[in-house]
Each structure stands twice: as C-alpha cells, then as structure tokens.
C-alpha cells in the first residue's frame, strides 16, 4: 500500500484486496521473511536454468492484480527481475519487444523499428541495456502514431491517477 503507483489502481480494485488476498496472505503468514526471500531466489534459479536451456520467454504474468502486480506499470520489476535471474538486459527487453513478434509468428509486422512495420517507441533518457531500471526514465513515447512528450505523459498519469480514484 506504500507503493506510490497504488494511485493507478482502481478505487474498488483496491477495496477488494483484502478479501482477494486473504486466502494468499494465509499460506504467506506462515513463512518469514528469509524463507520467502529463498522462495524467490529459487524461483530465479529455475528461470535462470530455463533461459540457459534456450527456453523462450514472454514478458507478462498470471499472477493476479493485487499481488505485487499493478497492470502495465509492474512490466519494470518483471524486466529487472529477468536479469537477476541472468538475462542481459537486451535479453529482457526482448521478452516485451521482439520475443511476442517471433511467438506470434509476426516477424512481418513487429520486432523491429523499420519502415512498413508496427511500432510503439518509448524514449529514455538513460540506456537500459548499461542499467535495466533506466526502463523507469521516459522522456517521451509514440503509440498509435502519435507523440506524447514528458509534459503529455505526466498529464496522462494524472488523468490515470483521477478516473482510478473514482472507480
């Protein structure tokens, strides 16, 4: 509930953790800190073997909202969280850009920024293959063809920010 991009969530949304997560919570209450921390640390071990077997991965989840998930804004952990588990960040960027073109069989199409293909872009103002958190640093964006500047962006999440506090 500290997490400053709780104000994207949806009112009701919220509201209704409680209930939602109570049933995770109870299996969770039993674990301490160190024994969840294992848990996550064999977690990105079996991650880390899979990508070394040249398995293929997808960026998304199913775990449900409200679990440490907020839709579209937790992309970010997911990306840093592939490359604790040993990807390059090029690799983990490629689990949202070019991984869902070849899966989809959509070469054609996506995967790339070349004339005649489908693009959104997100420009940053710091290299995230040196760091991949610098995916946080958005200076700008085009999607659907149309460019949204720092300033478009930070009107958009306060118009996020107020229909979520209204649903």
């Not at 998930?69 to 983990?92: C, D, N, Q, W, Y």
């Not at 991984?99 to 054609?108: G, H, K, S």
Request: charged share 25%.
């Amino acid at each position: 509930m500290k997490d400053p991009d709780i104000a994207f969530a949806a009112k009701s949304w919220i509201a209704s953790w409680p209930g939602a997560r109570k049933s995770i919570r109870k299996g969770l209450a039993s674990d301490t800190l160190p024994v969840r921390a294992k848990f996550v640390a064999h977690e990105l071990e079996i991650v880390r073997r899979l990508h070394a077997a040249k398995v293929p991965f997808l960026a998304g989840t199913d775990t449900p909202a409200g679990v440490d998930v907020l839709p579209g804004i937790s992309l970010h952990l997911e990306l840093e969280r592939f490359v604790a588990a040993g990807f390059t960040p090029l690799e983990a960027l490629q689990t949202a850009t070019l991984n869902p073109a070849i899966f989809y069989d959509r070469l054609v199409d996506y995967g790339s920024v070349q004339t005649g293909r489908i693009a959104d872009l997100v420009f940053l103002k710091s290299n995230p293959l040196t760091d991949i958190r610098n995916t946080r640093t958005i200076a700008g964006l085009v999607a659907d063809g149309r460019y949204l500047s720092a300033a478009d962006i930070e009107d958009l999440r306060a118009k996020l920010k107020r229909v979520a506090s209204t649903r």
